[in-house]
């Protein structure tokens, strides 16, 4: 019998999740053996098996009652359970036109009874099964407590895969173990609150127990008020209080303060709160108060405000370089770590290749490509698009084909987070630590976060480059086209007595390629209009001779090139009759934004002065049909033949100008 | 022989790879009044170079098939015939302070015919 394929879409998808969750033919584990036993048990079969469907069989990563440890897909009922997308009974297999030339059906074992519950990813990918199989048929299936079960089994089957997968990241179970067990201690570290006495005659200090573990000190019952003092770091020290100013009674009551822990040297933040206890005569007899350890609570705030800077720097900066070296930098620094950068990645070329790094002092700088040969261990995983955290390379077994890999480049602990184009791995953004290192859950977040930022600051510019790119050859070529419009044309009329003809077309097409220049600039979304009038006036006469006096609106890519080209018409008659025909004309030109009506309109004068009493021309040529046509062919241009010279006033919606 | 002292026209050499605007180019440099050699790519320019000492100005395109562009045409130029006066003409919006050759001119395609006009004879001036 012929399989049909099992789903028109997504079945690739679902090959490539199988395969990432890596646990095809892997070696029988107990727990899974545990939940085929109860299946078998609680619906009453010889046989249960966790089956999972491959492109070319299916697997049985569990079974209990069956020998072969796979079969091809000919003889998989699973394959029909995935094809039916829910919970597949099937009370006699020999009477299923879907099975009954399956051999395994036919021949030996001769199953007839199958009742298989989907394995489902938490993405929705169903993988294969949880099957209970019998040898006789079973006309009523089984009962609706049997099937939830079924069901409850197959999901606690996947829970373990995907558990599986999850706990290669985060390590061998003992470093796991242990990890959660500093973790909960950093968390009591940070909820619990100490007290103190001190007596101010004797500068005695009567701390908890709680206080002397927050400042890391044998408990006992008092000390010299000192051996708390000098905990604080040099840069913090005048922040406590003193025996002067607590004789005096004037210590600050609340403050904050940075100590090197006694015990282990560990930088920690504490929070002080104290007051006075005073004798009858209102002299202060005591300082008592509360110390607590906010360390986790400033670092976020510190990491808060990287990350504010960082946007920031990402939205001005302007290379790619400067993004991640900026980045690096920044978490480098709040992290403590000894390197910070941004490898990108070419499996197909086995190579990495750091563009950017930052290293503490003393750590070397990895820029440059490398074979990816000694990092296969962290190339596969990083493939599954997780980020990958490890404290101590010593105890992450999975990753030991690298662990050499890791120790020329000096590197124990580390986090990186992958970045995927078209689900396949393309680079990562990396944080390596000399020796093993616990990193919080906060921590490996910053990093996500960063590296999250960076990656969308990245896209960002080259993005910009991409298109800034195709805007120049677009433009290249856009201009050789008219470079070669104007050489035909001028070929074309060589024999062609009105020259003046020739040339006003030739210069026409100069001021379209000058519009073509400014619109370039900005990508061709849109230009200012004061660029627009200089640049297309330049053409003409020089800068001296014109003034341009007016809000620097932004014009559209239309709009532009309307107004280039009105310009050219007025300033070519100018040229030939009006104020640029001779050497002390001048040209104004004024704009303002007003609101007639409902709209806001744009109005630009044109005003020559200083050159001869303006005529109305008798012909209409193209240039007067153009002006008289307005801006963005509105037809609102007035034109005014002043003996001091043409007035001519163009109106438009503002909107119309401004619309791409 | 006694043949008239006939001041010699200037010889630009015009170095273009696209047919027409060849043909407007020359027609251009020969109403400005001087004589045009024609090649259309650099190798082609730098064997007439080297043949021909009377070449006084080289009026180049940049993006031309070939081993070199306009640009280290220009600059080649400018490194081994000193003299020769230089005009680089393209599509793109400008050429970069840093590639241009000492003396060298810029026009943007399309180019006012007056303007190169002016040009040309601004050198001989």
């Not at chain 1, 829970?159 to 706990?167: D, H, T, Y």
């Not at chain 1, 010299?224 to 005048?238: N, R």
């Not at chain 1, 290379?319 to 709040?334: F, K, Q």
């Not at chain 1, 960076?454 to 896209?459: D, P, T």
Request: with cysteine.
């Amino acid at each position: 019998m012929t399989i049909p394929p099992l789903s028109v879409t997504g079945e690739a998808a679902r090959f490539e999740k199988l395969r990432n969750l890596d646990i095809l033919d892997t070696a029988p584990e107990p727990a899974f053996d545990g939940l085929v036993s109860i299946a078998r048990t609680v619906c009453n079969t010889p046989t249960a098996l966790i089956s999972l469907v491959d492109k070319d069989g299916q697997w049985f990563k569990a079974r209990s009652g069956f020998e072969p440890c796979e079969t091809n897909l000919d003889s998989s009922v699973c394959a029909h359970a995935l094809r039916h997308g829910s919970t597949l009974i099937i009370p006699d297999l020999s009477l299923d036109l879907r099975t009954a030339a399956n051999p395994l059906v036919t021949d030996n074992p001769g199953i007839r009874f199958y009742a298989g519950a989907l394995l489902k990813t938490s993405d929705g990918h169903a993988i294969g099964t949880l099957c209970v199989i019998d040898t006789e048929p079973r006309p009523k299936g089984l009962n609706a407590a049997q099937v939830k079960v079924l069901e409850g089994l197959a999901d606690q089957a996947v829970a373990l895969i995907e558990m599986r997968i999850g706990s290669l990241y985060r390590e061998a179970s003992n470093a796991l173990e242990r990890e959660s067990a500093e973790r909960s201690q950093a968390a009591t570290e940070a909820g619990r609150v100490g007290i103190f006495d001190i007596d101010l005659a004797t500068n005695e200090i009567t701390p908890s127990a709680e206080m002397c573990r927050i400042f890391g000190v044998e408990p006992a019952p008092a000390y010299d008020a000192g051996v708390f003092e000098k905990l604080l770091i040099p840069d913090d020290q005048g922040k406590q209080s003193n025996r002067d100013d607590r004789t005096a009674g004037v210590s600050q009551l609340m403050t904050e303060y940075r100590i090197k822990r006694a015990h282990d040297g560990a930088l920690r933040w504490i929070a002080r709160r104290g007051g006075f206890i005073t004798g009858a005569d209102g002299s202060p007899l005591r300082f008592t108060g509360t110390v607590s350890d906010i360390t986790e609570r400033k670092l976020a705030e510190l990491r808060q405000q990287v990350l504010i800077d960082l946007g920031e720097m990402i939205r001005e900066a302007e290379s790619v370089s400067e993004i991640v070296g900026e980045a690096a930098r920044m978490l480098g620094e709040n992290l403590s770590v000894s390197r910070v950068g941004y490898a990108a990645i070419d499996i197909p070329a086995d190579l990495f290749d750091v563009q950017s790094d930052w290293c503490a002092p003393g750590i070397e700088s990895l820029v440059g490509h490398h074979s990816l040969a000694a990092f296969h261990g962290t190339a596969k995983f990083l493939r599954t698009g997780q980020p990958l955290v490890v404290s101590n390379i010593a105890a992450a077994h999975w990753l030991r084909g690298d662990s050499e890999g890791y120790a020329v480049i000096g590197t124990n602990a580390k986090i990186k987070i992958p970045l995927m184009r078209r689900a396949q791995l393309i680079g990562c953004f990396f944080v390596h630590h000399e020796t093993a290192r616990t990193w919080t859950p906060a921590e490996v977040a910053f990093v996500e976060a960063v590296a999250e930022r960076v990656y969308a600051g990245v896209a960002r510019i080259r993005a910009e480059e991409e298109q800034a790119l195709l805007n120049q050859e677009l433009s290249h070529r856009l201009k050789n086209t008219l470079a070669m419009v104007a050489a035909i044309a001028k070929q074309t009329l060589r024999g062609v007595t009105e020259k003046e003809a020739v040339e006003a077309f030739h210069a026409r097409l100069l001021a379209l390629a000058s519009a073509h220049d400014v619109l370039l600039q900005n990508s061709w979304s849109s230009a200012r209009i004061r660029t627009v009038i200089e640049s297309g006036l330049a053409l003409h006469a020089k800068s001296e001779r014109i003034s341009a006096i007016g809000p620097d609106v932004k014009l559209g890519p239309k709009a532009a090139l309307s107004l280039s080209m009105l310009l050219h018409e007025l300033a070519t008659n100018a040229i030939k009759y009006g104020a640029l025909s001779v050497p002390e004309g001048k040209i104004e030109i004024a704009w303002s934004v007003e609101r007639e009506t409902s709209e806001a309109m744009l109005r630009l004068i044109w005003r020559e002065i200083g050159g001869p009493p303006a005529i109305s021309p008798e012909r209409k040529g193209f240039g007067s049909r153009l002006i008289s046509s307005g801006l963005v062919g509105t037809g609102k241009a007035e034109l005014s033949y002043d003996s001091t010279g043409l007035v001519g006033t163009f109106l438009a919606p503002l909107s119309l100008l401004t619309q791409h | 022989m006694a043949t008239a002292q006939v001041p010699a026209r200037q010889i630009v050499l015009v170095v273009e790879d696209e047919p027409i605007l060849m043909m407007d180019a020359v027609d251009l440099i020969e109403q400005a009044g001087f004589e045009a050699v024609e090649a259309t790519n650099a190798d082609e320019a730098i064997k007439i170079l080297l043949s021909r000492p009377d070449i006084h100005i080289l009026f180049t395109d940049i993006d031309m098939p070939g081993s070199m562009d306009g640009v280290k045409l220009a600059q080649i130029a400018r490194d081994r015939w000193p003299p020769i006066e230089i005009i680089i003409v393209s599509g793109h919006r400008t050429v970069h302070e840093d590639d241009m050759p000492d003396r060298g001119l810029f026009f943007a395609k399309p180019y006012s015919p007056r303007a190169v006009k002016a040009a040309l004879q601004s050198f001989v001036a």
